[in-house]
């Protein structure tokens, strides 16, 4: 035997026929909503992940191994050093400083800002003061100067981390670090918000 239920008139909505634009506009909103929710918290881990790895390589990292880094500033160690790379650098004894290597020293001249070249001649004085002369690989001349290192160590070239110091150089920007002193805390929290609120396979099976 078969049930017949009564039907109130205007008791159903009709849907809109297939080829109706406010079917389309609905059928693409419920994807992008869809699909913005599975995005969403992987680009605020991958956001969040950048920054813990950047913080632990330039704040933690040289206090705890002991290495540091430098942004090359101009193209002196080019092709093998441009600029805006970051350079990584370690101490080692004066003594074990040799031709063809590559260190980070102060010049001797003008404000004394670093540089990073190769090691063309070494040489130890008397008293045991170590003198280097040095080059930039894209230089076609000796630098104009020799060099007189003080201390017990000097510092090696051990790593090069590409385009790292444009990077740095823009999140020093005013505007950017606005955008990442609010910024960082509201994609933590939308990243909480969709987490709570995220739907669960069987609510997103009784939708589809």
């Given at each position: ?66 290495y540091r ?68 690989d894209a ?8 060099a007189t ?60």
């Amino acid at each position: 035997m078969t049930a017949t239920l009564p039907v109130r008139p205007g008791a159903a909505i009709a849907l809109p026929p297939a080829g109706d634009p406010r079917f389309e506009v609905g059928h693409w909103a419920d994807l992008a909503g869809h699909a913005m929710g599975r995005v969403a918290p992987w680009l605020v881990r991958g956001v969040m992940g950048l920054a813990v790895l950047a913080f632990l390589f330039l704040a933690v990292g040289p206090h705890l191994l002991g290495y540091r880094t430098m942004t090359m500033l101009t193209p002196s160690m080019s092709p093998e050093i441009d600029p805006g790379d970051v350079t990584v650098v370690t101490p080692i004894a004066m003594s074990e400083i040799t031709e063809g290597m590559v260190i980070a020293y102060h010049k001797p001249i003008e404000d004394r800002s670093l540089v990073t070249h190769r090691v063309v001649s070494v040489q130890t004085d008397a008293d045991g003061a170590v003198q280097v002369l040095t080059k930039g690989d894209a230089n076609t001349a000796v630098d104009p100067w020799v060099a007189t290192l003080h201390g017990d160590t000097a510092y090696e070239l051990r790593a090069v981390v590409p385009e790292l110091g444009h990077v740095i150089q823009a999140l020093r920007a005013p505007v950017v670090a606005q955008l990442l002193l609010y910024g960082a805390p509201a994609l933590l929290a939308g990243w909480v918000l969709l987490s709570i609120w995220r739907p669960t396979p069987e609510q997103e099976e009784a939708r589809a």
